[in-house]
């Protein structure tokens, strides 16, 4: 039992109950979406479909919520950044204080004048499981019946610069009771490479460990950022992700990957390997690596019933709440294929026509999304229900994936979510 009884709730005091991990293997339940944002509309990136994505959550009655970063965009509103965090906070206590939600850092995260990486506002409102680094709560692992879940904090390989930066002229100027100096055009928070190839080691050691363990059926990881995207006015696929943890993914057998960042919703087919020289320099046509992740052939093309031991599938799930308008897909070529953007380089402010302002060039390659399954042309907004069963020794084992969304929520905030798709995945149990 959790009781409440500070001074916001001091008037109205509320008590909510939660239920722990069950032991051994069994069935459960765990929902996700990311970018969520606040019901306020006061701040930047908020909107009021935030507040019935909380319903949704409780709507499904998960053992716990995956949250895939951008959490409430304060780092957008600098001056005000402790009321959007309330805000938040605010909006999410009427699922968090029945069911625990697990969070990821996502670019957002990201603040000026807080802690090394931004972090400090994230860290200090989350307890996340210990990874036994110096870089606590910035990625973690936990386990629930026979799927080990694994929380990644992409900020650290990806090559996209999608955190706060001041475009300029003039410099952005914190609250005067901070103490903080202003911050002058240009500056961005930057944080590709920052652990040096911890976070990278750890993933490594603890899918290690998981392979070897006839207990684990299933990993699923949880990041922000996107390795397959093909959203055209979205952020893009980013080869960094592809670089540094794919053929870790591939190697030890990861089964989903859950992300955010794009606010929408797409599904790729299982990938594993690449194709190399498969894309082309956005501006100039010339052949670029973009480590394409390659589809594994299915027998049954139209079957939405995957065996993802041959390969892991990723899905976008950007639509938990926040203001962007629904995503556009990339274009097909004459081949039929959509189009998706990749960065295959760092991507950093750079001054831009006027004077002092500066901007941020799109990714820089093109590429065929082959990987591409399935894409929801119709909303931005919606939640994933996962429901896992455990099998029988010496049989199969599967995760059930329904897919809900918000029709209309992107011209008018709803509560009605409608089931979009339905897939299962399925592999042969260990133990």
Same mark, same amino acid.
């Given at each position: 039992?959790?009781?409440?009884?500070?001074?916001?709730?001091?008037?109205?005091?509320?008590?909510?109950?939660?239920?722990?991990?069950?032991?051994?293997?069994?069935?459960?339940?765990?929902?996700?979406?990311?970018?969520?944002?606040?019901?306020?509309?006061?701040?930047?990136?908020?909107?009021?479909?935030?507040?019935?994505?909380?319903?949704?959550?409780?709507?499904?009655?998960?053992?716990?919520?995956?949250?895939?970063?951008?959490?409430?965009?304060?780092?957008?509103?600098?001056?005000?950044?402790?009321?959007?965090?309330?805000?938040?906070?605010?909006?999410?206590?009427?699922?968090?204080?029945?069911?625990?939600?697990?969070?990821?850092?996502?670019?957002?995260?990201?603040?000026?004048?807080?802690?090394?990486?931004?972090?400090?506002?994230?860290?200090?409102?989350?307890?996340?499981?210990?990874?036994?680094?110096?870089?606590?709560?910035?990625?973690?692992?936990?386990?629930?019946?026979?799927?080990?879940?694994?929380?990644?904090?992409?900020?650290?390989?990806?090559?996209?610069?999608?955190?706060?930066?001041?475009?300029?002229?003039?410099?952005?100027?914190?609250?005067?009771?901070?103490?903080?100096?202003?911050?002058?055009?240009?500056? +961005?928070?930057?944080?590709? @490479?920052?652990? !040096? &190839? #911890?976070?990278?080691? *750890? =993933?490594?050691?603890?899918? %290690?460990?998981?392979?070897?363990?006839?207990?684990?059926?299933?990993?699923?990881?949880?990041?922000?950022?996107?390795?397959?995207?093909? +959203?055209?006015?979205?952020? @893009?696929?980013? !080869? &960094? #992700?592809?670089?540094? *943890? =794919?053929?870790?993914?591939? %190697?030890?057998?990861?089964?989903?990957?859950?992300?955010?960042?794009?606010?929408?919703?797409?599904?790729?087919?299982?990938?594993?390997?690449?194709?190399?020289?498969? @894309?082309?320099?956005?501006?100039?046509?010339?052949?670029?690596?973009?480590?394409?992740? %390659?589809?594994?052939?299915?027998?049954?093309?139209?079957?939405?019933?995957?065996?993802?031991?041959?390969?892991?599938?990723?899905?976008?799930?950007?639509?938990?709440?926040?203001?962007?308008?629904?995503?556009?897909?990339?274009?097909?070529?004459?081949?039929?294929?959509?189009?998706?953007?990749?960065?295959?380089?760092?991507?950093?402010?750079?001054?831009?026509?006027?004077?002092?302002?500066?901007?941020?060039?799109?990714?820089?390659?093109?590429?065929?999304?082959?990987?591409?399954?399935?894409?929801?042309?119709?909303?931005?907004?919606?939640?994933?229900?996962?429901?896992?069963?455990?099998?029988?020794?010496?049989?199969?084992?599967?995760?059930?994936?329904?897919?809900?969304?918000?029709?209309?929520?992107?011209?008018?905030?709803?509560?009605?979510?409608?089931?979009?798709?339905?897939?299962?995945?399925?592999?042969?149990?260990?133990?």
């Amino acid at each position: 039992m959790v009781t409440a009884d500070n001074d916001s709730n001091a008037a109205q005091p509320f008590t909510a109950s939660f239920q722990t991990a069950p032991r051994g293997r069994t069935s459960f339940r765990w929902t996700t979406y990311g970018d969520l944002a606040t019901p306020n509309t006061q701040w930047v990136l908020s909107y009021p479909q935030s507040r019935f994505a909380v319903q949704a959550v409780e709507r499904f009655q998960p053992l716990f919520h995956l949250l895939n970063g951008d959490l409430c965009y304060a780092n957008l509103n600098p001056t005000h950044q402790p009321d959007v965090w309330r805000d938040f906070g605010n909006n999410c206590q009427s699922s968090a204080a029945n069911r625990p939600w697990m969070p990821c850092p996502g670019n957002h995260e990201l603040e000026f004048n807080n802690g090394p990486q931004g972090l400090a506002s994230y860290l200090t409102r989350y307890t996340l499981p210990e990874n036994g680094t110096q870089f606590a709560g910035h990625w973690y692992s936990f386990r629930v019946s026979s799927v080990l879940f694994i929380s990644l904090d992409a900020d650290d390989v990806v090559y996209q610069d999608a955190a706060a930066f001041v475009a300029g002229p003039d410099p952005l100027v914190p609250v005067a009771s901070t103490g903080h100096a202003p911050i002058e055009a240009g500056t +961005s928070l930057y944080a590709r @490479g920052y652990s !040096k &190839g #911890i976070q990278t080691r *750890w =993933l490594e050691e603890t899918l %290690r460990h998981a392979s070897e363990d006839h207990e684990i059926d299933w990993i699923v990881v949880q990041m922000h950022q996107d390795a397959l995207t093909s +959203s055209k006015t979205g952020n @893009g696929s980013d !080869k &960094g #992700i592809r670089e540094a *943890w =794919l053929p870790l993914f591939d %190697r030890y057998g990861v089964d989903l990957v859950v992300c955010g960042h794009d606010h929408d919703y797409e599904r790729s087919y299982p990938v594993r390997g690449c194709n190399h020289n498969a @894309g082309v320099d956005a501006t100039t046509g010339a052949v670029v690596d973009t480590l394409q992740p %390659r589809p594994v052939p299915q027998a049954d093309p139209a079957s939405t019933t995957f065996d993802t031991s041959h390969g892991t599938i990723h899905l976008i799930l950007g639509g938990g709440g926040t203001s962007a308008p629904l995503d556009v897909y990339g274009e097909d070529k004459t081949n039929g294929l959509p189009q998706a953007k990749v960065f295959t380089k760092p991507n950093r402010p750079i001054p831009g026509t006027a004077a002092n302002t500066f901007v941020r060039n799109p990714a820089d390659a093109l590429e065929d999304a082959i990987w591409s399954a399935q894409r929801d042309t119709g909303t931005g907004y919606g939640i994933a229900v996962f429901d896992h069963d455990p099998g029988e020794h010496g049989g199969t084992t599967t995760i059930t994936m329904n897919y809900y969304h918000a029709p209309g929520a992107d011209q008018t905030p709803t509560a009605d979510y409608t089931l979009f798709e339905t897939i299962t995945l399925s592999k042969k149990r260990r133990g």
